[in-house]
């Protein structure tokens, strides 16, 4: 019966079902024969093309290597990448922490207490905040120019990205020859590769500088190779107007290869004048060492990358590039059909897309989201920023920091689902430094042990509170943070991760709120304050999303040293916490509130949801396990409305999925690839460019086909009408579970597990389903109808589907 246990187990055998052996070396990505396992699946619709070279920086096209990123222009008389380096950042080693701030925290609780949240922002404003009151910001590093004689008239003009090679191309005819640049950024050589050729020998005449829109930078020859050097000077930040001293050193050099022909060096070029072909390869560093040391050797840097690479032929550079590129966006699969509309070029499937049938548009955005992932997020690089690893501008939007009250979680979002852990690393060394420099924020700010980040960091590590106490007072940002640490154990179940990485950083985070959490008279609940709910209402006691994501931290710190068996009194503490702080409520319009008192403004529809993250991404309200938050968060949803900035959409999709409404979630998913949400390149318009947008898009598409937060596999939870049929193939589960899922007629044909921990699997579906092993049919228990739940064994596959009557 619905709700309760067999008394036997029920096993089902699938007639038409063939399930393999999963052993060994199985496990991996990699078959016998050295190839991915999804090698097989159609990749040619991987690429956005179009006809005309790009005008803007949002029509140019983006390659990266987690530390290298440039934007490809692919004009034909004059080329240019404009380029970047992760760690070239305005600024210098430096403590945010106000000393002293902590003797005005009870007086601005309060006030608080006392309703009088103006005086409350004021004084915090005068004395609670960052010094400075501003972060730093992300800087370009420069560009590398191409000019061209001659190629002022040309035809069959093709420029194209492939992110399922990471390979820029463009392609034109001129002067009766066919000229060709591709362009990548290579993670296993670590350089920018632009390889030029003409398919008539000694057509390739060219001019290649460098150049830098900071001051300070200057162009020699060094080795026959070009070099860019320079030093960030003292700015004046243009919103406080304050003298800002810089203080990192930076370096580009271009090496080269030329096939015929013959190269020349001026004082501040390469002159090519009738090769064949010619590969120029460009490396980046600055004197950026770790967060309090600027003593590194960008010169020597450089010299030993472009060395490395001296004796390499392209196709070797090539051939490693896509390899390593492959090896990761080849874990991960999806096909929702066909049409037309796929011979368009990019820019105008984009103009058309909302009146005219493109799944295959829907499908390269899902995986372009992963691919700007690789592309600015690998082990040893920083995390991907508000803008990835991409900007042009010495004064970028927000200053391409990390902002880290949705924007820096949200670009994580599709990385243990869509099978790209690795990617996860840069963010888990940053959270190394943000405790260390949180440690002295706690300390100054709270008197609190522990470590604490507000809503904003940058390259120096910045934990304090910035900007104006109204948003910027909100301690909740390294315990959201934390959450990521969680997830990578929950999705791999790497106890050794756990116990020396995730595990010290969470208990340092929640020993933070044990001293912080303080009771509310009125109630006897235990809240947060001073805080804020993201970015609305100004600076209040007790906001709902503080109390959810504390929640959630002390939840996973208390299951990990479960685990671990470790730390028993400390977790003891935690229950006991837990069970005290303020809880969520349903307000008088039946909404979930926000905040301690009733007081949402069922008008206000602004683009924070942030009182909904025990929905999305958090666990805490389910349909089957809280229906009445679940139906609450529903309502302020619906209050909030369908518009928003790109990542406030992006939310709302994954929103929508986990209220298994798939036509809604498609609806907003629609909205973010129109011209109004997408720029021709399609980076995210928040507006501006904001990448986070990109990444909860992706994030949602997972969400609406496989769900895992409730104990559960939950298949095509939010299936939309739009998506008849398709699969998607190497989805990543919690419990240590690899997915393949197939849907035809919108049922669920066939679904295959990969168990790699040996955990029991739970599976529930929209019809009922039956289970074969690899061997034998698997016995199966019914918990609940459209439910099945079997035990595993780590290395095996499973087929889940619907059983032929």
Same mark, same amino acid.
């Given at each position: 019966m619905k709700g309760k246990r067999s008394k036997s187990p029920v096993s089902i055998l699938f007639l038409a079902a063939v399930c393999l052996v999963v052993a060994g070396c199985a496990m991996d990505y990699e078959g016998r024969a050295g190839r991915n396992r999804l090698d097989a699946e159609d990749w040619s619709g991987m690429t956005l093309w179009y006809r005309q070279p790009a005008q803007k920086w949002t029509e140019a096209l983006p390659v990266g290597n987690g530390r290298l990123g440039a934007m490809h222009f692919g004009g034909t008389e004059h080329e240019r990448l404009q380029f970047n380096e992760d760690t070239l950042w305005t600024g210098r080693p430096h403590e945010y922490h106000h000393e002293g701030a902590v003797e005005y925290l009870a007086a601005v609780r309060k006030l608080l207490f006392e309703g009088d949240q103006r005086q409350a922002e004021k004084l915090a404003t005068e004395h609670m905040m960052s010094v400075p009151l501003r972060q730093e910001k992300y800087q370009p590093f420069g560009d590398l120019r191409l000019h061209f004689s001659g190629h002022a008239q040309i035809s069959d003009y093709r420029r194209e990205l492939d992110i399922d090679s990471g390979v820029a191309t463009v392609r034109y005819r001129a002067g009766g020859a066919t000229f060709t640049r591709e362009v990548f950024s290579s993670f296993p050589d670590q350089v920018i590769v632009v390889h030029l050729a003409c398919d008539k020998p000694g057509h390739l005449t060219f001019t290649a500088e460098l150049d830098s829109p900071h001051p300070a930078a200057r162009t020699l020859i060094v080795d026959e190779a070009l070099v860019l050097r320079g030093r960030l000077r003292e700015y004046v930040n243009a919103r406080t107007k304050e003298s800002r001293p810089s203080v990192l050193k930076f370096e580009a050099r271009l090496g080269w290869q030329a096939r015929g022909g013959s190269v020349t060096t001026t004082a501040e070029s390469l002159e090519v004048t009738k090769a064949d072909s010619v590969t120029l390869v460009l490396a980046a560093a600055t004197s950026f060492r770790n967060f309090r040391d600027v003593t590194g050797d960008p010169a020597e840097i450089c010299r030993r990358v472009v060395g490395a690479v001296a004796h390499k032929s392209y196709g070797s550079l090539r051939k490693a590039h896509v390899a390593d590129h492959r090896r990761l966006f080849r874990r991960a699969a999806l096909e929702l059909g066909t049409?037309?509309?796929?011979?368009?070029?990019?820019?105008?499937?984009? %103009?058309?897309?909302?009146?005219?049938?493109?799944?295959?548009? &829907?499908?390269?955005?899902?995986?372009?989201?992963?691919?700007?992932?690789?592309?600015?997020?690998?082990? @040893?690089?920083?995390?991907?920023?508000?803008?990835?690893? $991409?900007?042009?501008? =010495?004064? #970028?939007? $927000?200053?391409?920091?990390?902002?880290?009250?949705?924007?820096?979680?949200?670009?994580?979002?599709?990385?243990?689902?869509?099978?790209?852990? %690795?990617?996860?690393? #840069?963010?888990?060394?940053? =959270?190394?430094?943000?405790? %260390?420099?949180?440690?002295?924020?706690?300390?100054?700010?709270? @008197?609190?042990?522990? $470590?604490? /980040?507000?809503?904003?960091?940058?390259?120096?590590?910045?934990?304090?509170?910035?900007?104006?106490?109204?948003?910027?007072?909100?301690?909740? !940002? @390294?315990?959201?943070?934390?959450?990521?640490?969680?997830?990578?154990?929950?999705?791999?179940?790497?106890?050794?991760?756990?116990?020396?990485?995730?595990?010290?950083?969470?208990?340092?985070?929640?020993?933070?709120?044990?001293?912080?959490?303080?009771?509310?008279?009125?109630? !006897?609940?235990?809240?947060?304050? #001073?805080?804020?709910?993201?970015?609305?209402?100004?600076?209040?006691? !007790? #906001?709902? &999303?503080?109390?959810? +994501?504390?929640?959630? /931290?002390?939840?996973?710190?208390?299951?990990?040293?479960?685990?671990?068996?470790?730390?028993? @009194?400390?977790?003891?503490?935690?229950?006991?916490?837990?069970?005290? +702080?303020?809880?969520?409520?349903?307000?008088?319009?039946?909404? /979930?509130q926000e905040w301690l008192e009733d007081k949402d403004d069922p008008k206000n529809q602004h683009r924070h949801v942030s009182h909904l993250f025990g929905l999305h991404p958090g666990k805490e309200i389910t349909k089957r396990g809280t229906p009445e938050l679940f139906a609450a968060a529903r309502k302020s949803l619906q209050m909030r409305g369908d518009g928003g900035t790109g990542w406030s959409m992006a939310w709302k999709v994954n929103f929508w999925a986990r209220f298994e409404d798939g036509d809604h979630a498609y609806k907003m998913l629609s909205s973010l690839l129109t011209p109004q949400r997408m720029y021709p390149n399609m980076f995210d318009a928040h507006p501006p460019f904001q990448i986070d947008g990109n990444f909860g898009g992706t994030a949602g598409i997972a969400e609406m086909l496989l769900q895992s937060h409730a104990g559960e596999l939950h298949l095509l939870p939010a299936l939309p009408s739009a998506w008849r049929s398709g699969h998607i193939r190497g989805l990543r589960a919690r419990g240590g579970f690899e997915v393949d899922i197939e849907w035809k007629n919108w049922q669920l044909s066939r679904c295959v597990i990969r168990s790699r921990l040996g955990n029991k699997c739970t599976v529930r579906s929209n019809a009922p389903l039956g289970v074969i092993s690899s061997r034998k049919p698997a016995e199966a228990f019914r918990p609940e109808e459209n439910v099945v739940e079997f035990e595993t064994t780590a290395g095996q596959t499973y087929v889940v589907s619907i059983p032929l009557q």
């Open positions: 049409s037309e509309a796929a011979e368009q070029p990019m820019d105008r499937r984009i %103009e058309n897309f909302a009146t005219q049938n493109d799944p295959g548009l &829907m499908e390269l955005y899902f995986q372009f989201g992963r691919y700007l992932l690789i592309a600015s997020s690998r082990p @040893g690089a920083q995390p991907a920023n508000l803008q990835g690893i $991409w900007n042009d501008q =010495l004064d #970028p939007p $927000w200053d391409s920091k990390w902002t880290v009250n949705i924007n820096t979680e949200m670009n994580y979002w599709p990385v243990e689902v869509t099978n790209l852990s %690795e990617c996860h690393e #840069p963010l888990f060394d940053m =959270l190394d430094d943000v405790a %260390e420099s949180g440690r002295e924020t706690a300390r100054a700010h709270y @008197g609190c042990r522990g $470590w604490v /980040l507000h809503h904003n960091t940058d390259l120096w590590r910045g934990t304090a509170p910035i900007n104006a106490s109204n948003h910027g007072i909100w301690v909740t !940002g @390294g315990a959201w943070l934390c959450q990521d640490l969680w997830e990578r154990y929950a999705f791999g179940g790497d106890k050794e991760f756990l116990r020396t990485r995730a595990y010290p950083l969470m208990k340092g985070a929640a020993t933070f709120f044990v001293d912080f959490l303080i009771e509310d008279a009125k109630t !006897g609940w235990l809240i947060s304050t #001073p805080s804020n709910s993201p970015e609305n209402g100004g600076l209040v006691a !007790g #906001p709902t &999303m503080d109390h959810q +994501i504390i929640r959630d /931290l002390f939840t996973n710190c208390i299951e990990a040293s479960r685990i671990l068996d470790v730390d028993e @009194g400390f977790r003891r503490k935690l229950m006991e916490l837990r069970s005290r +702080i303020a809880p969520n409520q349903i307000g008088q319009y039946g909404q /979930l």
